[in-house]
């Protein structure tokens, strides 16, 4: 089975960026669809991004629109997600995660996605 790895998080001042990497023990473009995820202390678990390696397509949640954005690298079987402008509330544990049968590829269907990374943490100060 693939492996997902995520790096990239770490400590930022609200208004401040940080990149993400995910990076695939297997070829990207092979799975259906790839997102991010993140679980804050306390909360539920909510979807952030997703993105269909074959097609590019992607679909973000509300609360991220204008501020991330997810994108690939189908040499280096890579996802990446680049979050500007971060603010208090993105503190979070960030899982990349990836569908490899089919699916809505929608961030709101996190029950889709069978293949999940260790998670990487985020931490955003005031």
């Known amino acids: 089975q693939d492996h997902l790895v995520e790096s990239g998080g770490g400590s930022v001042q609200a208004g401040g960026s940080l990149r993400l990497t995910c990076e695939s023990s297997?070829?990207?473009?092979?799975?259906?669809?790839m997102g991010w995820f993140r679980q804050a202390p306390g909360k539920e678990r909510e979807g952030v991004a997703t993105?269909?390696?074959?097609?590019?397509?992607?679909t973000y949640a509300d609360f991220v629109k204008g501020r991330f954005t997810i994108s690939q690298d189908n040499a280096k079987n890579t996802l990446y997600l680049q979050m500007n402008s971060l603010k208090p509330e993105d503190t979070a544990t960030y899982y990349c995660?990836?569908?490899?049968?089919?699916?809505?590829?929608?961030?709101?269907?996190?029950?889709?996605?069978?293949?999940w990374g260790p998670g990487s943490q985020v931490t955003v100060s005031s």
């Open positions: 993105l269909r390696p074959g097609g590019g397509t992607t």
């Open positions: 995660a990836a569908d490899g049968y089919g699916g809505s590829c929608s961030p709101h269907h996190g029950d889709e996605f069978d293949v």
């Open positions: 297997g070829h990207i473009v092979g799975f259906y669809c």
